[in-house]
């Protein structure tokens, strides 16, 4: 399956909008952003547990990415409540699910397969950081191949949104408009390498999630 498979043009879900669509496993749900290749695939989605729901146990071959958006994610290494950024990476293992329900923001098979870096933090814990004009901003991961932050943009302002080696995010809260459209929470804009523009931030202040950097690698389906 290829979905938003054409990594040099600019690619929007509002996800609020998408319909839920069914997992292999039973209370599961999916809203799928970009995807290539079938069951096992380089994917990125949303997904609903609903509650008491699970998946079997599993190996992360390629790695897994994810943030809580809301509910309680729970596996055997703990109970991760919205706002919870996960980075499992390859050959790492897990039985998730979520006897309260939860959603989650999940990135899969996007790692370098040589990661072997666990990162679990509590973003209600952690501060942001004044950064540009109208912008603050939390780091969570960088590693020379990617950067990975919570950015906080001020009612009004206008940011530069430049990708010189290609920018993905997700709006947590608030919203903003750029280009022909206008994103609020759960809309998801992906831009190529080298796209300029800029996000015009509505009458309240937005949160975003945004990774920088990781599509200079070509993106490929899972060699399984």
């Known amino acids: 399956m290829d979905l938003n498979a054409d990594f040099s043009k600019r690619a929007v879900v509002h996800g609020a909008d998408e319909p839920w669509v069914a997992s292999p496993m039973a209370g599961v749900d999916r809203r799928m952003l970009d995807r290539i290749g079938g069951e096992v695939a380089r994917a990125t989605t949303i997904v609903r547990y609903a509650p008491g729901s699970s998946f079997s146990p599993h190996v992360h071959t390629g790695g897994e990415e994810f943030l809580v958006l809301d509910g309680v994610f729970q596996d055997e290494h ?7 950024y996960i980075r ?3 050959q790492s293992s897990h039985t998730p699910g979520s006897e309260p329900g939860c959603t989650i923001f999940v990135k899969l098979w996007q790692f370098d397969l ?15 950081f004044p950064d540009r004009d109208g912008v603050e ?11 990975v932050v919570l950015e906080r943009w001020v009612a009004g ?10 920018l993905e995010l997700l709006v947590l809260d608030g919203g903003f408009a750029e280009g022909d459209d206008t994103f609020r929470p759960l809309g998801w804009l992906r831009l190529p390498i080298g796209y300029s523009g800029q996000a015009q931030v509505g009458g309240d202040s937005a949160t975003v999630w945004i990774k ?3 599509l200079r690698d070509t993106p490929r389906a899972p060699a399984v």
């Open 137 to 147: 901003v939390m780091p969570l991961f960088s590693d020379g191949r990617e950067d």
């Open 78 to 84: 703990g109970d991760f409540p919205a706002g919870s």
């Open 88 to 90: 499992n990476p390859p």
């Open 114 to 128: 040589n990661d072997r870096s666990h990162v679990r933090i509590d973003t209600g814990k952690m501060r942001y």
């Open 212 to 214: 920088r950097g990781h």
């Open 157 to 166: 302002a206008r940011v530069a949104l430049d990708a010189p080696d290609g």
